[in-house]
Nanobody, 121 residues
Framework: QVQLVESGGGLAQPGGSLRLSCAASGRFFNINVMGWYRQAPGKQRDLVASITSGGTTNYAEFVKGRFTISRDNAKNTVYLQMNSLKPEDTAVYYC???????????????WGQGTQVTVSS
């Protein structure tokens, strides 16, 4: 099993910045991909950004140039630096990990509990 604990959400003004963190713990063989998704009220959950264990990143078009995802493999932690925030970035942000538990031959998706990000003046 893999547990994901997020931190760093909150309130920011338009144009401001926030940094999200997500730490993974538990008994696992490896974590392949870590990423962030977001879900606004009444909308589907969308990928924001992801990063592989090798450092390859993928961003949604609506955050390119504003958000940066990074990862510390030694700490099993993924970060999301969010700059130039807009009101439309308001959502619950969920951490995701694709990981292979110990003694298991396949990977599974794991989710954090979510952290609220509100962008408002």
């Amino acid at each position: 099993q893999v547990q994901l604990v997020e931190s760093g959400g909150g309130l920011a003004q338009p144009g401001g910045s926030l940094r999200l963190s997500c730490a993974a713990s538990g008994r696992f063989f490896n974590i392949n991909v870590m990423g962030w998704y977001r879900q606004a009220p009444g909308k589907q959950r969308d990928l924001v950004a992801s990063i592989t264990s090798g450092g390859t990143t993928n961003y949604a078009e609506f955050v390119k140039g504003r958000f940066t995802i990074s990862r510390d493999n030694a700490k099993n932690t993924v970060y999301l630096q969010m700059n130039s925030l807009k009101p439309e970035d308001t959502a619950v942000y969920y951490c995701n990990a694709v990981a292979r538990p110990m003694f298991v031959s396949r990977e599974y998706d794991y989710w954090g509990q979510g952290t609220q990000v509100t962008v408002s003046s």
